[in-house]
């Protein structure tokens, strides 16, 4: 059975630039994303009394960031990039919050409902480059096709975050398959994800969202990056996220939405 690795990325500081990615690398089998493509995506900093960490998170109306537990249990300060698909952009919107609500069921150990939320300190304002995502309306089905995104690291050799966001059109998997690699320690409120080859997360992704295409416009965030493999980013194994709908009620209540 292999292990579940959180994959939250150590930073040397809050506002350290990130190492830019080496030509041809990718989110592990990905391509770069452009301007405005996730216009809901948010680079997520959190400031703690042991070390600052990165992850990602998606933007679900004007207050609210939907991202893992993992990423903000115990934070002191986020520092939120919102409005560029590049972390060294100067034309991103930068907000700093210390309000979040954790899953009352998260498990450290396990990572099951290893989901939260970020509440932002005021209403940021819409543009063509910052726009929320919507909820799904059903869950994730098997074999569906999804994307993740994220700026984590491009291969396990590659420690930097990537500067340009990276994404990467995957396959759903069944829970029962994901057993397959993982054993009991994939539940119902988990999904896993591959692609053809090596294709899928790595450190710095976690609470980054996953996405499926209601028609071929409309993106909901089906599922919130919670692990790899502890085999390592380049491996085969597939990658592991929460689903989103099983939370909606949780996620509707704390935010107002309706």
Known sequence: ???LLLCTVLIASVWTSPSVQRPGARIIGGSD??????PFVAAIYKQTASGNYFCGGALLNNKWILTAA???V???LFQIRLGSHELDSTSAIRLATDSYVVHPDYNVDTLDNDIALIELRLPVEFTDYIQPIILPARDL???AVVTAIGWGQTSDEDAGLSNKLQAVTLTALSNEECR???GNQIT????CVDGNYNQGTCLGDTGSPLIQFQNAFTPTVIGVSAFISGNGCE???PSGFIRTFLYLDWIKNVTGIA
Do not use: E, H, I, P
Not at 33 to 38: E, G, L, N, T
């Open 1 to 3: 059975m292999k292990v």
């Open 33 to 38: 994303a452009v301007a405005s493509q996730f």
């Open 70 to 72: 993992s990423c903000v």
């Open 74 to 76: 115990d934070a002191l």
């Open 141 to 143: 089905t098997r074999y």
């Open 180 to 182: 397959l690699y993982f």
């Open 188 to 191: 119902d409120n988990m999904v």
């Open 235 to 237: 491996s085969t194994d």
